[in-house]
């Protein structure tokens, strides 16, 4: 049987990396460049938790224990956007661009389930691992300190090793290659630009390259285009001026960034948490750290210790180009698959159960 999330230790999983024996937990993102491993959250909003571990080690994620995931039916998610209020969305963006004050804007929906008040999000790792894997899977458990996250993120927010950093966006989303647009292509050098300006804010002069564009990557039931944009952090620039100089992630606000981000804050009607934010972590004691873009995320709100919520984020980039009833459907194809793993519906071995 499940403990209450509040007696369950504190605990970090990276793939294959997993951190226990929390120190302390603090919202200064200095902490990131003195000593230690750090488990990173960055919620959208802003609000940033680092929590050092003593203890680091490596072990395979454990196979799901049976029952110890017991997720909500697929039926019983509810969307802060509805079909006609995300569509509707869409098409004001499609007017901002024809008058010329954006040129893309990312427009997410948070959906929500209930759950069991026990319910842990390091269990729903298990079955995401096996349903879902993703190159920057992870698990922050921390739930004193209101962070319970899974996710399956195919997205590299920013990696640095040493002086060096790299972001890895992704703009593009279909089935299959074939299904990719000219859209999809437009959008991904578009965000290119936005990230290369942003990580040389911070990195010295002509060091800034983009050594992949348009890459197609395979995931499980889709695919998307990916670039790689690195550079060179400057003398005295660390991680608060990095994380200052590219939050929010450019592939899920838009450009210019600073429009779209009014316009998403204008159209979105609920908060997305760690939802396009940064997940990661940092080993300050080597100058390596990894945090992905939060999407493909689940995080649990608990308004009290009655009532756990279980959040899942969907969006899509919106372009003059954007057809609104396709954009939704992108919203549906990013989701179905996550929430059927998390609803118990999914079996790694053949798909979507009846």
């Known amino acids: 049987m499940l403990h209450h999330p509040s007696r369950l230790p504190a605990l970090a999983r990276f793939g294959d990396r997993v951190a226990t024996g929390l120190v302390d937990v603090t919202s200064d993102p200095a902490a990131l460049d003195s000593a230690g491993f750090w488990a990173v959250c960055a919620d959208y909003e802003g609000r940033l938790t680092c929590a050092r571990f003593a203890d680091v080690g490596e072990e395979p994620v454990p196979a799901p224990a049976p029952g110890g995931w017991?997720?909500?039916?697929?039926?019983?998610?509810?969307?802060?956007?509805?079909?006609?209020?995300?569509?509707?969305?869409?098409?004001?963006?499609?007017?901002?661009?024809?008058?010329?004050?954006?040129?893309?804007?990312?427009?997410?929906?948070?959906?929500?389930?209930?759950?069991?008040?026990?319910?842990?999000?390091?269990?729903?790792?298990?079955?995401?691992?096996?349903?879902?894997?993703?190159?920057?899977?992870?698990?922050?458990?921390?739930?004193?300190?209101?962070?319970?996250?899974?996710?399956?993120?195919?997205?590299?927010?920013?990696?640095?090793?040493?002086?060096?950093?790299?972001?890895?966006?992704?703009?593009?989303?279909?089935?299959?290659?074939?299904?990719?647009?000219?859209?999809?292509?437009?959008?991904?050098?578009?965000?290119?630009?936005?990230?290369?300006?942003?990580?040389?804010?911070?990195?010295?002069?002509?060091?800034?390259?983009?050594?992949?564009?348009?890459?197609?990557?395979?995931?499980?039931?889709?695919?998307?285009?990916?670039?790689?944009?690195?550079?060179?952090?400057?003398?005295?620039?660390?991680?608060?001026?990095l994380l200052a100089a590219a939050f929010p992630p450019g592939s899920v606000t838009g450009a210019p960034k600073s429009s779209a981000l009014r316009i998403i804050e204008e159209l979105e009607t609920a908060p997305r948490g760690p939802y396009c934010g940064g997940i990661g972590w940092v080993d300050a004691d080597r100058g390596l750290g990894e945090l992905a873009v939060g999407i493909r995320t689940f995080w649990i709100d608990r308004p009290d210790d009655a009532t756990a919520l279980l959040r899942f984020g969907a969006g899509a980039g919106i372009t003059w180009g954007s057809d609104p009833e396709g954009e939704w459907r992108e919203t549906e194809l990013k989701a179905s698959r996550l929430l059927a793993v998390a609803s118990g519906a999914y079996e790694a071995s053949g798909g979507v159960c009846a």
């Not at 010329?100 to 209930?114: E, F, T």
């Not at 050098?189 to 890459?215: E, W």
């Open 70 to 241: 017991r997720g909500p039916a697929l039926g019983e998610w509810t969307s802060s956007l509805d079909h006609r209020a995300y569509t509707a969305a869409v098409q004001r963006i499609r007017e901002y661009v024809a008058a010329g004050d954006v040129y893309q804007a990312n427009l997410c929906r948070v959906l929500s389930a209930s759950v069991a008040p026990d319910a842990d999000v390091d269990a729903l790792t298990a079955l995401l691992a096996r349903g879902n894997p993703a190159p920057y899977a992870g698990t922050i458990r921390l739930p004193e300190h209101g962070v319970e996250i899974a996710t399956a993120s195919p997205e590299l927010f920013l990696r640095r090793q040493g002086r060096v950093v790299e972001s890895g966006p992704i703009k593009g989303t279909a089935r299959t290659e074939a299904d990719l647009l000219e859209k999809d292509y437009a959008e991904n050098v578009m965000i290119v630009d936005l990230v290369r300006n942003d990580i040389g804010r911070v990195c010295t002069t002509g060091s800034v390259t983009v050594p992949d564009l348009c890459a197609v990557e395979k995931h499980p039931g889709l695919v998307h285009l990916v670039s790689t944009v690195r550079g060179e952090l400057r003398d005295g620039a660390g991680w608060p001026d």
